[in-house]
């Protein structure tokens, strides 16, 4: 596997087998003793504080980076090795356990919901806020539930089938999540989804809260293209026109999104009516997502977000903007055409939009009766 490099891991033999794949984070820190700082250790030593995975019936084996990073450095390339080590080794287990920074986990919980395209098994990231090694870690639960909820099965099939972000006791479609909080063992939050799963004794799994896939391909069909000429600008009161104005003149930029108040309102004025008019005539997609951190853009409420429509700003609806910064990058790399990237982006692809909201189309949709996996 490029870029990983096999821990040969077998806590115990069950059932149900599931891979880890450790790229890093907080959870697998442990201080430097001449400089004091947090550094990354190797999956072999977390896991030896974690004795209950041997014991928890399910076979694990584990991968790590070869080099174990602090999320901050996280790029594309690294969510295309997760895509690909997913896909070489998705017929050789039930599901998937990415042990993840909780720094950038959205946006790779997000860029990986895109590029897998319908997964039928659970690939779910996890973290922690204190190194695995401390008193009172978060690490160890974040762990042990990932683990078991990759194993958890319904009627024989995987109950979680896509990407899923656990932390806090709770499991998150992992395209709704946002990190909320530096220091909280509640640090990941889920504003527009509800949890599908809350960990408490027992595991509750909201059901109609699930997404299915609209078909379950022997090999998930990756689409490892990102393009990463793609802006995120946040408007302020007194933001410079001429700063954005040079910022939109970068001659590769592709897409922007444009984090706006409220539910998806911008200044009147005519200095930015002219800047986006020129970006959209110069073909840049424009994905229009809220500053607030729940809810979404609804464009026909104010009069102040029916400018933005008119100059070919496309409504993000509820996404977060971690889902459309990852969703734009993913669908300016499938085509060219803007009525297709539009379609797309407003689109439902993998839950990262409530279709209620605007009405939407959605590829597939909550769980229902469920889909033949094929394994
Ligand atoms: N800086 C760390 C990271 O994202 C923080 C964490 O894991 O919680 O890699």
């Given at each position: 596997m490029k870029g990983l490099r096999d821990m040969g891991l077998e806590a115990s033999q069950g059932e149900r087998s599931i891979l880890v794949i450790y790229t890093g984070g907080t959870i697998g820190m442990v201080r430097d003793k001449v400089s004091g700082a947090l550094v990354p250790l190797d999956f072999s030593q977390v896991s030896r504080h974690v004795p209950e995975l041997a014991h928890a019936g399910i076979r694990v084996e584990a991968v790590s980076f070869e080099s174990p990073i602090d999320s901050s450095d996280v790029m594309p390339k690294h969510w295309r090795s997760l895509a690909t080590t997913i896909a070489e080794c998705h017929a050789s287990f039930d599901g998937f356990v990415i042990l993840h920074g909780t720094d950038t986990m959205a946006y790779t919980a997000s860029a990986l919901s895109f590029m897998l395209g319908d997964v039928c098994k659970p690939v779910i990231l996890t973290g922690s806020q204190l190194p695995i090694g401390v008193p009172r870690t978060d690490g160890r639960e974040n762990l042990l539930s990932a683990v078991m909820l990759a194993a958890h099965a319904t009627d024989g099939r995987p109950t979680i089938q896509e990407v899923a972000v656990y932390f806090g006791n709770h499991l998150f479609r992992g395209n709704r999540?946002?990190?909320?909080?530096?220091?909280?063992?509640?640090?990941?939050?889920s504003p527009n989804h509800p949890p599908l799963v809350e960990a408490g004794v027992d595991f509750e799994i909201n059901r109609p809260a699930l997404w299915r896939p609209s078909h379950c391909p022997r090999v998930p069909e990756l689409n490892l293209g990102l393009r990463t000429e793609v802006a995120w600008i946040s408007l302020f009161p007194g933001m410079s026109m001429d700063w954005l104005r040079r910022s939109l003149e970068?001659?590769?930029?592709r897409g922007m999104v444009l984090a706006t108040y409220g539910s998806g309102n911008a200044p009147t004025s005519e200095l930015l009516r002219n800047v986006l008019r020129q970006a959209n005539e110069r073909g840049i997609t424009m994905v229009n997502v809220t500053q607030c951190g729940h809810g979404g853009v609804h464009p026909e409420l104010y009069a102040t977000s029916h400018m933005l429509a008119g100059c070919g700003v496309i409504p993000g609806h509820d996404m977060t903007t971690e889902a459309a910064l990852t969703k734009l990058m993913h669908v300016l790399a499938l085509t060219d055409d803007n009525e297709t990237i539009r379609d797309f982006m407003t689109q439902n692809l993998r839950g990262e939009l409530t279709p209620s909201f605007a009405g939407v189309s959605q590829a597939h949709g909550p769980a229902g009766a469920g889909l033949p996996v094929e394994m």
């Open positions: 999540t946002h990190k909320e909080s530096a220091q909280s063992f509640q640090a990941i939050i970068w001659e590769d930029l």
